[in-house]
T-cell receptor
């Protein structure tokens, strides 16, 4: 039973480019969460999605960031026109049940570096 | 503001000793308190979790102590081992997870 999968594991972009981060939840999980982790800091919630729906995007920056979880395929976190401050580790988590007060299983993360 | 405050930032413990990490929260609506362990280059992995209707939960060498009136909870690692060296995050959950800033634990052989 594969765990949460994220790719790429490392991503390098120049300022102004787009970054696309992909997350495949665990089998049977239909709830996906994205977090950002800056060096020496904890994880900060960004967005919570179910298939084809954004449930809570209160942690997402208002501009340049978007997320989707289509009916088929992985969840995508998209960052347009990246800036140096976007450099961070981005983690995806999934859970089998609704709501956020339950166990979440994390992927290995995508480490984004913006040059 | 930081919803969950975690201390200490770093901790060095001798092998066989007890590691204690503390967290405090403000929002009494939180209803789930997990601890995650993270190794360098890896994603966080759930270690142990507690709900506010119990004061203590033990799983092997790991124990959560929960003080609802003080709005504090702590992780105790008994008989700490070098393999426990990692970063530990506490979290509190209501509609979303709020994570502490992490504690870097080093267990010296």
């Amino acid at each position: 039973n594969a765990g949460v999968m994220q790719n790429p594991r490392h991503l390098v972009r120049r300022r102004g480019q787009e970054a696309r981060l992909r997350c495949s939840p665990m089998k049977g999980h239909s709830h996906v969460y994205w977090y950002r982790q800056l060096p020496e800091e904890g994880l900060k919630f960004m967005v919570y999605l179910q298939k084809e729906n954004i449930i809570d995007e209160s942690g997402m920056p208002k501009e340049r960031f978007s997320a989707e979880f289509p009916k088929e395929g992985p969840s995508i976190l998209r960052i347009q026109q990246v800036v140096r401050g976007d450099s961070a580790a981005y983690f995806c988590a999934s859970s089998p049940v609704s709501g956020m007060g339950n166990e979440q299983f994390f992927g290995p993360g995508t480490r984004l570096t913006v040059l | 503001q930081q919803q969950v405050k975690q201390s200490p930032q770093s901790l060095i413990v001798q092998k066989g000793g007890i590691s204690i990490i503390n967290c405090a929260y403000e929002n009494t609506a939180f209803d789930y308190f997990p601890w995650y362990q993270q190794f360098p280059g890896k994603g966080p992995a759930l270690l142990i979790a507690i709900r506010p209707d119990v004061s203590e939960k033990k799983e092997g060498r790991f124990t959560i102590s929960f003080n609802k009136s003080a709005k504090q909870f702590s992780l105790h690692i008994m008989d700490s081992q070098p393999g426990d060296s990692a970063t530990y995050f506490c979290a509190a959950s209501m509609r979303q997870f709020y994570f502490g800033t992490g504690t870097s634990l080093t267990v010296i052989p």
